[in-house]
């Protein structure tokens, strides 16, 4: 499946339950000897009464990570498509949040994010005293060979992002920068870091390089992060539409403790089954 080219390897583990080791997960993952993706996304029985599934996501690199906002989407369509499920909406529950999916009549989904977290601890990223409640963070990172100062917001959305504003995204060295301030020790578990240009208070283009997984052509919670961040400060407007490499999604959020809402496209592409012995 996938969510605007963010592509995924979908597992139903209730009605084939089945362990995967990382090993497997990257020969899975690998797009000459494998199927190829950007993450899995397991779909698991629910570990508690009040959501109807757990919601699990790899990295193609083997890693686990807290959440992934266009794979929510595909989680909704998969579960309803396949009879798990004749709820709509559906509750889910991530490794630290819940999240609410619902498949709207015109084959959109619609996915309750939950509310952002600005505090440099929810990343976590380890803030100084000289930059603690900042507005904009800055650190200086190698970037082809030379130092350079990087300015940037930081913000959990159930995973960890830091948003870059910048002037031109097409001239903007997204996998330099996004290696260096990605593995930057501040960030102890690594972040996801977006390139963020505005095109005017309800518009912005937003380019992603995922921590476990290189840029990709869009991130739903990369988007998210992008729009909360962008709000707080001034530069959007409560509802924003976001334009990624793979398409578009529309963003809201009222501020505060309010829950982010997104909405955008889930695509199944094929369907197949993998004989875990051989891998």
């Known amino acids: 499946m996938?969510?605007?080219?963010?592509?995924?390897v979908v597992l139903d583990l209730i009605s084939h339950p089945v362990k995967l080791t990382a090993q497997q997960i990257r020969k899975m993952a690998d797009r000459h000897f494998g199927i190829g993706f950007d993450q899995m996304l397991l779909?698991?029985?629910?570990?508690?009464?009040?959501?109807?599934?757990?919601?699990?996501i790899y990295n193609n690199d083997g890693s686990e990570v807290e959440h992934c906002g266009n794979g929510a989407r595909c989680f909704a369509r998969f579960v309803l498509d396949k009879g798990l499920t004749a709820r709509n909406p559906i509750r889910v529950k991530t490794v630290n949040r819940i999240l609410t999916l619902k498949v709207e009549s015109?084959?959109?989904?619609?996915?309750?994010?939950?509310?952002?977290d600005f505090s440099p601890a929810s990343l976590p990223f380890r803030s100084t005293q000289a930059d603690t409640q900042a507005p904009l963070y800055e650190r200086i990172v190698t970037v082809n060979g030379?130092?350079?100062?990087?300015?940037?917001?930081?913000?959990?959305?159930?995973n960890p992002?830091?948003?870059?504003v910048v002037d031109d995204l097409d001239t903007t060295p997204v996998q330099a920068i996004g290696t260096a301030l990605g593995s930057h020790p501040d960030f102890p578990k690594g972040v996801n870091v977006g390139f963020m240009q505005i095109?005017?208070?309800?518009?912005?283009?937003?380019?992603?390089?995922?921590?476990?997984?290189?840029?990709?052509?869009?991130?739903?919670?990369?988007?998210?992060?992008?729009?909360?961040?962008?709000?707080?400060?001034?530069?959007?407007?409560?509802?924003?539409?976001?334009?990624?490499?793979?398409?578009?999604?529309?963003?809201?959020?009222?501020?505060?403790?309010?829950?982010?809402?997104?909405?955008g496209p889930a695509t199944t592409v094929f369907e197949g089954s993998v004989d875990t012995r051989e891998l």
Request: include cysteine; charged fraction near 20%.
């Open 161 to 164: 992002h830091a948003v870059i």
């Open 43 to 56: 779909i698991e029985p629910p570990s508690r009464p009040d959501v109807d599934f757990n919601y699990r």
């Open 106 to 116: 015109d084959g959109l989904v619609t996915v309750d994010m939950g509310t952002p």
């Open 199 to 263: 095109l005017d208070k309800d518009t912005f283009k937003l380019r992603v390089y995922e921590r476990g997984a290189g840029e990709t052509i869009a991130c739903g919670t990369g988007a998210c992060a992008a729009m909360v961040t962008a709000r707080a400060a001034g530069l959007l407007n409560a509802e924003a539409l976001g334009h990624l490499t793979g398409g578009d999604l529309r963003l809201s959020w009222a501020g505060g403790d309010s829950p982010i809402i997104m909405r």
């Open 146 to 158: 030379a130092p350079q100062t990087v300015s940037f917001r930081v913000v959990s959305v159930g």
């Open 2 to 8: 996938h969510g605007l080219g963010n592509d995924f």
